[in-house]
């Protein structure tokens, strides 16, 4: 039981720093304006609409690989018989 009081200082130190932490973060935002809030939402969404190349086709996607993780070795072609 003595070891454990090993872990008091730790978690002690801990808890100071995130509530020291959290009691700096608490006014580190600041406010914004409502009506410049909106307007960059506005700004936002109609550049939602551009392309990042326009006039070209979309990039293809390779399809997957559907790996079983077992090699299986190609058949043989099927033998003529003459």
Known sequence: M?????LVPPVVVTAVAMAWV?????EGRGEVDRDVAV???AD????EG?????????LRVP?????TGIAVRPSRAPRRSA
Request: a positive charge; zero cysteines; charged letters at 30%.
């Open 50 to 58: 551009r392309t990042l190349n326009p006039g070209r086709q979309a």
């Open 63 to 67: 399809e997957r690989d559907r790996s």
């Open 44 to 47: 936002a969404l109609q550049r």
């Open 22 to 26: 959290a009691w700096l973060g608490r």
């Open 39 to 41: 307007q960059r939402l």
């Open 2 to 6: 003595d070891i454990l009081f090993w």
